[in-house]
């Protein structure tokens, strides 16, 4: 209702502002349309907290946090857990000392030009990024665990129905490839960008944010070729090497966090 001031902010780096309001929104607002886990749900539920607690590259009162909810879903051996359940870890009702997730959503690189462009569907994308480029850099030893926590999330949760459908089929198609945590970083850059293809002159593109094939030459003049051919090309090492220092936890902003 109200209009939110402009926040200034530089298109060429990530805010942390914007992976806290995605988890805001995704754990207060998308999760709590399900009055309870169970089966599937409350497996896609646990991936998704684990892969938050492991990965998450935020400030220490949130990561206790992720960490603290994270422990009471694993140890939780019924069949269902409840919304109310769950919302009262995410509060920190039973008061685990300096931990805690804000409330309430603040976007800044996803800020969109109206209120129904951008915001939580771009950091659901830029959170996901920075996990994949996490988990590559903690060198884990499961190549596919956050892409398939990311699966079971939008498969589950995701509110835009037909883009769970569309992420669903790529990733039907496809993840299996995945056998490397740079790959599982490539992979989501190069689905992200075909959904990109897709979508580009669409309603739902910002007139200020046209989607393009990512990253633009002004970000990374390395990452694009040409072919013999005279056609595009990608140089995939450039890439892995531009998103693993984009999506970094050293290059997270922190303006505009409480
Ligand atoms: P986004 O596409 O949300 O990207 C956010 C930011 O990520 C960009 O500003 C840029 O900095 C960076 N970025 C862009 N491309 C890449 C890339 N290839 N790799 C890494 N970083 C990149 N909308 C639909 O209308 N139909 C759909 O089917 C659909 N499917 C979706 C599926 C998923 C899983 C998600 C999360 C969203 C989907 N959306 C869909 C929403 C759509 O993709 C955009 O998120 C939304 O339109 C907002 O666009 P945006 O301009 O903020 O950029």
Same mark, same amino acid.
């Given at each position: ?17 914007? #992976? ?21 749900? #409350?497996? /896609? ?5 684990? %892969? ?19 422990? &009471? ?20 009702? $039973? ?13 800044? =690189?996803?800020? =969109? ?9 771009? $950091? ?8 994949? %480029? ?5 060198? $884990? ?14 498969? *589950?949760?995701? $509110? ?23 790959? !599982?970083?490539? &992979? #989501? &850059? ?6 990109? *293809?897709?979508?580009?002159? !669409? ?10 094939? &990512? ?6 003049? =390395?990452?694009?070729? %040409? ?12 890439? #892995? /090497? ?17």
């Amino acid at each position: 209702d109200t209009e939110e001031a402009w926040r200034p902010f530089n298109r060429s780096m990530v805010y942390m502002a914007d #992976l806290e309001s995605a988890l805001h929104y995704s754990l207060r607002v998308e999760l709590s349309a399900h009055p309870v886990f169970k089966g599937e749900t #409350l497996n /896609a539920l646990k991936s998704y907290i684990s %892969v938050l607690a492991k990965y998450f590259p935020g400030r220490p009162v949130v990561v206790n946090l992720l960490k603290s909810v994270d422990s &009471w879903l694993q140890d939780h051996t019924g069949a269902e857990v409840s919304y109310a359940a769950l919302r009262e870890q995410l509060d920190n009702s $039973g008061q685990v000392p300096d931990a805690a997730l804000p409330e309430g959503v603040r976007w800044v =690189g996803c800020q =969109g030009s109206k209120p129904y462009f951008r915001r939580y569907p771009c $950091g659901v994308w830029t959170l996901f990024h920075v996990l994949t %480029v996490q988990a590559q850099s903690s060198a $884990g030893s499961e190549p596919q665990e956050v892409l398939q926590a990311m699966a079971g999330y939008v498969r *589950n949760f995701f $509110g835009c129905r037909p883009c769970a459908e569309h992420f669903s089929n790529m990733v039907q198609e496809s993840l299996a490839e995945v056998h490397s945590l740079s790959i !599982a970083v490539l &992979w #989501l &850059w190069s689905r992200h960008n075909r959904v990109n *293809n897709r979508l580009a002159g !669409a309603p739902s593109e910002d007139p200020h944010f046209p989607k393009i094939q &990512w990253p633009p030459p002004e970000l990374c003049s =390395g990452c694009h070729g %040409v072919k013999k051919s005279g056609e595009h090309s990608w140089n995939q090492e450039q890439v #892995l /090497a531009f998103l693993l220092s984009h999506f970094s936890s050293d290059s997270l902003l922190t303006d505009y966090l409480e």
